[in-house]
């Protein structure tokens, strides 16, 4: 499956992203789709993931009640839904598909190219 994630930009602390990842190829409905985040000199973070049907979302307790993950499988696009930003939410934002949810990076097989979220304080 490949991934493009889009949507980053320059937002100002306390406002809102909705950050969309697109899937294309074969069953691109049927992986697990997470977020993660990398800042320079840093490893990747994991965000959150969402599985295969939509019903079921994990997050990364910073993110946790200003973050939302959703998908629409007949769009084969995931979204990540941002709210009150913090300058520290800065990173660049990656999806990631893969067969089961996981915390993990290396458990994902197929990774979009990223996109960059800017919040300013």
């Known amino acids: 499956v490949q991934l493009q994630a889009s949507g980053g930009g320059l937002v100002q602390a306390g406002g809102s992203l909705r950050l969309s990842c697109a899937a294309s190829g074969r069953n691109s409905s049927m992986y697990t789709v997470g977020w993660f985040r990398q800042t320079p000199g840093k490893e990747r973070d994991f965000v959150g993931y969402?599985?295969?049907?939509?019903?079921?979302?994990y997050y990364e307790d910073s993110v946790k009640g200003r973050f939302t993950i959703s998908r629409d499988n007949a769009k084969n696009t995931v979204y990540l839904q941002m709210n009150s930003l913090k300058p520290e939410d800065t990173a660049i934002y990656y999806c990631a598909a893969g067969s089961y949810g996981s915390t993990f990076s290396r458990l994902y097989d197929s990774w979009g190219q990223g996109t960059l979220v800017t919040v300013s304080s």
């Open positions: 969402i599985n295969r049907s939509g019903g079921f979302t």
